[in-house]
C-alpha cells in the first residue's frame, strides 16, 4: 500500500502553519502540510449552530481558540490540495495594519532622515493587500513601485498599554509581508499614506507561523530577490525597535486586538535608493523569505 495523507501528518508532524484560502469561492482557513491544507472551515462547520463553530483564523484568535488548533489530532481530518484551492492574505481583514519605518539602521541611513527615539508608524488598509502567488499591481499613474521586504507580526491577545517584557504574550505567530510602495505617491507630502495603499500592492503570506514554533525571532533572517538577484538581506536582530517596543507603543495609543497586524519594518537595499533606482516592472517577480516562514512569491502587473 502507498503512504497516505494521514501517514504523512504522522511520520512528520504539523508544523501549525495557518493559511486562509477560498475554496470554489468560499471563504475558508486551514493548516498548511506540504501540499495539503487541513481545512479546519469544513471542521468546523457542524458546529455552525453552536459556541464551538469557528469559521475564520482571524475568528480563532478573537475567541482565543489558537491553542486548541495547535493542538488538535489532524488524522482524517478533511483536506484539500494546495492547487485546488486560491490562497487569500493571511489574515484577509485585519482590523487595524500598522507599518513601521526606517526600522533598520541601514535602511534609515539610505534614506538620510534623522534618527528617531520613537517609532515612525503608519497605516495601510487592508483593501490594499494581496496574496501569495497572487498579483502585486502597478497603479497606471505611476512607474515607482518598489520592494520592501519585511516580518509581519500576527496579535493574538488584546491589550492596552502592554508592557515591554509580557509583549511576546499577544503575539500569535509570524509571517512573510511585502509593504510595496508607490514612491513619487509615497513623497507628494510628508504624509506616507498614498504611497502605501495601493490596490493590491500589500503581499501577505503564504502562511502564518504559530509563535510557539520560534524559539527566539531574533535568529530569524530576511531576504529580498527580485528576479533572482538579492536586493535586502537582514537579520531580525538589526531591528532599532524590536518587537516587545513595537507592541508596546502601538498599543499605548489604542487598544491592540487579535487579528491585528504590525509590518515590523524593511532592510536596507530598497530600489528607491539605488543607483540608479530600481523599480519593479510589468512581469517581475519578486520573493520575501523569511527563515521558517517560508517564501512570499508575487509577479508584478502594470495596471492598464
Known amino acids: 500500500m502507498g503512504t497516505t495523507f494521514n501517514d504523512e501528518i504522522l511520520e512528520q508532524g504539523a508544523n501549525m502553519k495557518y493559511v486562509s484560502f477560498l475554496n470554489n469561492d468560499k471563504n475558508c482557513f486551514g493548516i498548511l502540510l506540504d501540499d495539503n491544507i487541513i481545512d479546519l472551515t469544513s471542521h468546523y462547520e457542524s458546529f455552525r449552530e453552536g459556541m464551538d463553530w469557528i469559521p475564520s483564523l482571524k475568528s480563532a484568535l478573537e475567541d482565543d481558540r489558537i491553542n486548541e488548533l495547535n493542538n488538535l489530532d489532524l488524522t482524517s481530518m478533511p483536506n484539500v490540495k494546495l492547487t485546488d484551492v486560491k490562497l487569500m492574505p493571511v489574515i484577509p481583514d485585519p482590523g487595524k495594519i500598522f507599518c513601521v519605518g526606517l526600522n533598520y539602521e541601514n535602511h534609515r541611513a539610505e534614506t538620510k532622515r534623522p534618527e528617531s527615539s520613537y517609532p515612525t508608524i503608519f497605516t495601510r488598509f487592508a483593501g490594499s493587500q494581496t496574496a501569495h502567488n497572487d498579483k502585486i499591481i502597478c497603479p497606471k499613474v505611476s512607474d515607482k513601485l518598489d520592494y520592501e521586504g519585511e516580518m509581519a507580526i500576527i496579535i493574538g491577545k488584546s491589550g492596552r498599554y502592554i508592557e515591554e517584557k509580557n509583549a511576546m504574550e499577544h503575539i500569535a505567530g509570524y509571517a512573510c509581508y511585502n509593504d510595496a510602495t508607490i514612491r513619487d505617491w509615497q513623497k507628494h507630502t510628508s504624509q506616507f499614506t498614498p504611497g502605501k495603499n495601493f490596490h493590491r500592492t500589500g503581499a501577505f503570506g503564504p502562511y502564518m507561523l504559530s509563535a510557539d514554533e520560534v524559539s527566539d525571532y531574533k535568529e530569524l533572517n530576511i531576504q529580498t530577490r527580485l528576479n533572482g538577484e538579492i536586493m535586502q538581506d537582514a537579520s531580525l536582530s538589526d531591528l532599532i525597535f524590536p518587537l516587545e517596543k513595537l507592541v508596546n507603543y ?49 509577479v508584478v502587473e502594470k495596471e492598464i
Open 250 to 298: 502601538c498599543s499605548s495609543f489604542i487598544e491592540l486586538q487579535p487579528g491585528d497586524v504590525i509590518v515590523t519594518g524593511t532592510p536596507g537595499g530598497v530600489g528607491d535608493r539605488r543607483e540608479p533606482p530600481v523599480y519593479m516592472k510589468n512581469g517581475d517577480v519578486v520573493e520575501i523569505e523569511i527563515s521558517k516562514l517560508g517564501i512570499l512569491t508575487n
